[in-house]
């Protein structure tokens, strides 16, 4: 297993800490709200702690949403290094995304794309190999790939097409490419 | 398949003495009185016992076998939300975060509870306050925990209530 960097461990520490937070509010918040039947507590008082409250739940939310990714894609980059890795990965996150593959699926399809054959990954992720299989089935059934050697090189003809260390995401090839004016 | 011995007798007392405990304390008997007080140091005793068992006990009973780890939890979530399945032994890294923070927090609610027996401390506000919010609090993580021990039984396929019954941890 990669050990998690800095960011991915700051976030975690962030988001418990903000939980212990949220929790501590929202006790006051729920005692708060059966005091309004009786007047003991204001509208005044109730609705902006209420929305504070609504407010922290979200950003608690939102940044558990992007650890999950952060996480994810250290997960699919664990053996890879150097600089096209980390675009590589967003790449790949970016395709899985968008080919509605579930998490098990993008985990699969990230083994088979750095050729890991059906048993290590099996092996990998503690399933059965059927199961691997069924995964494989529903990579290439949503992404519209016949094959391994398919489902790479939609990635590698998206890296050839930008440059590797850009802030660009090198998604949506079409506009990338008619705004580097290579179409046309 | 095979079967593995992780739970000794002492922890499986503890954890449901434990729960008893906390659910007597909490919606059965009334503040400020003596059963609540006697409880209260019942539980008390109760976390002082798994703490000397935490350092004597048996491998699984032992906190270095599950130290708190944040880069082992991060690799636990890590598992989670790629769905790899690899059973831990004894506590998983974040279930072990679970038991540190239930552990301190039962710790503090029986400290402020004794507190507030004492003449010094004796209807000071924020003792009071602190006793009741932590007792929310555990009261939310117990929730947690139930949830993230019915999930992760299945995820993994491994019947953890079970396990804390029976003391037997059965993995793939």
């Known amino acids: ?110 083994f088979t794309i750095k050729g890991y054959s059906i048993t290590e990954i099996a092996g990998l992720r503690g399933s059965a190999e059927a199961t691997v299989k069924t995964h494989l089935n529903a990579i290439y059934r949503k992404s519209g790939a016949q094959g391994r050697g398919q489902l790479v090189s939609v990635l590698i003809e998206d890296l050839m097409r930008a440059p590797l260390v850009s802030g660009e995401k090198p998604m949506g090839q079409g506009a990338l490419a008619e705004g580097a004016g290579a179409k046309g | 398949m095979r079967k593995l011995y992780v739970w000794d007798p002492l922890v499986r007392a503890f954890h449901w003495a434990l729960v008893a405990g906390l659910i007597l304390n909490m919606f059965v008997t009334n503040p400020g009185k003596t059963a609540h007080r006697w409880l209260g140091y019942g539980v008390l005793t109760l976390i002082a016992l798994r703490l000397v068992w935490g350092l004597i006990g048996p491998k699984f009973a032992r906190f270095r076998s599950f130290p708190p780890d944040p880069a082992a939890a991060l690799d636990h979530a890590r598992e989670i939300v790629t769905g790899r399945v690899h059973p831990h032994e004894g506590h998983s890294p974040l279930g072990a975060l679970m038991v540190y923070n239930l552990l301190a927090s039962c710790l503090i609610i029986g400290l402020t509870g004794w507190m507030l027996t004492t003449l010094t401390w004796f209807g000071v506000e924020w003792v009071e306050d602190l006793h009741k919010a932590f007792v929310t609090w555990v009261q939310l993580c117990a929730v947690l925990h139930i949830a993230a021990v019915i999930f992760e039984s299945r995820r993994l396929r491994v019947n953890l209530p079970k396990s804390m019954v029976t003391g037997y941890k059965t993995l793939p």
Do not use: N
């Not at chain 1, 903000?18 to 501590?24: P, Y």
């Not at chain 1, 918040?29 to 609705?47: K, M, T």
């Not at chain 1, 209420?50 to 053996?79: D, P």
């Open chain 1, 1 to 110: 297993m990669t050990r998690p960097d800095r960011k991915s461990l700051t976030l975690f520490g962030l988001i418990l800490f903000q939980a212990f937070c949220l929790a501590f509010f929202l006790f006051d918040v729920i005692e708060d709200f059966a005091g309004l039947y009786d007047a003991s507590v204001p509208y005044g008082h109730f609705l902006p702690e209420a929305g504070a409250t609504l407010g922290m739940a979200i950003g608690l939310a939102f940044e558990t949403r992007y650890l999950i990714r952060l996480l994810r894609k250290q997960a699919h980059m664990e053996r890879g290094l150097g600089v096209a890795a980390g675009e590589l990965a967003t790449l790949m996150e970016d395709y899985f995304r968008k080919w509605g593959l579930t998490a098990a699926e993008a985990d699969v399809a990230a």
